[in-house]
């Protein structure tokens, strides 16, 4: 049984065959999935598709991209959405300097927000970072003297110094399918190094299709195909590969029911 702990279900590209995706999902032994929020503006289709399926959740968030428009100065309307049993994170948030579609203070503003509201709520925060390192790192850290939280790195792509500065705090690394990519060695040997118990893995579909997949429109039944790359890696057979990340994703995601995947409906 496996877990795709980061998606975008409400995305055009996967949301015009919702009942296929979760169908195929199911077929491929991934028994539940997290979609993720990514503005305000469209958090209800968000929670909609969570509500309409036993197996699914999500979160709630502005993407460091949406942060001139949606960047968040308090954590209270995070903290309010959060209060839906089906919300069990707080995000995608974070930095991306790749891109910079919005200015760098507002997205580091932004950022600290949604700590705020994973700290006041317990839920996990889900970080999205690229070409922020260092950024990232020092914000985690400041935040963390003020009050810990939980969270986690998702679509890990950074370098080892991310992940050693967030294990350190506690938190979560999230792979996604780059980890099949050819050019992905550097990423690879960082996987190696981090501890099982700590590991997740996801699609960020309907981005990132792992290979044997690349070119298509990523779904989460592809996640199946990065959990075989990161179990090779750790040299661990996929059934104790998809029970590890499993396990930690409801240790993680604790306001999660797993409960709901018995017999959770897929269309």
């Known amino acids: 049984m496996l877990i795709d702990s980061h998606c975008h279900l409400d995305f055009p590209e996967l949301q015009a065959d919702e009942s296929g995706v979760l169908a195929r999902a199911r077929t491929a032994g991934v028994a539940g999935m997290l979609t993720i929020g990514t ?52 995000g995608e948030t974070g930095l991306d300097f790749y ?39 020092d914000i985690l850290e400041e935040e963390h003297a003020k009050g810990a939280f939980p969270g986690l790195i998702h679509c890990f792509s950074s370098g080892a110094a991310v992940a050693h500065r967030a294990l350190a705090l506690g938190m979560y690394i999230s792979i996604s399918g780059i980890v099949t990519f050819k050019a992905a060695e550097a990423l690879r040997s960082i996987v190696r190094d981090i501890p099982l ?27 199946a195909h990065t959990a075989a790359k990161v179990a090779e890696l750790k040299d661990v057979s996929v059934a104790e590969l998809e029970a590890a990340t499993t396990d930690n994703f409801f240790r993680l ?15």
């Open 39 to 90: 503005r305000l503006d469209q958090f209800d289709k968000v929670r909609a598709i969570a509500e309409r399926h036993g197996n699914v959740w999500c979160s709630v968030g502005v993407h460091p991209h949406e942060a001139k428009e949606e960047g968040q100065r308090t954590p209270d309307r995070l903290i309010e959405a959060a209060r839906h049993p089906k919300v069990i994170g707080i």
């Open 99 to 137: 891109y910079e579609h919005s200015p760098r203070a507002e997205q580091a503003e932004s950022f600290r927000a949604h700590i705020a509201a994973a700290r006041q709520t317990g839920l996990p925060l889900i970080v999205h970072t690229r070409d922020a390192d260092s950024e990232t790192g």
């Open 197 to 223: 118990d700590r590991l997740l893995v996801e699609t960020d579909a309907p981005y990132l299709a792992p290979v044997p997949k690349r070119g298509k429109t990523n779904e989460p039944a592809f996640v």
């Open 253 to 267: 995601f604790a306001k999660a029911e797993r409960a709901n995947l018995e017999g959770a409906r897929c269309g």
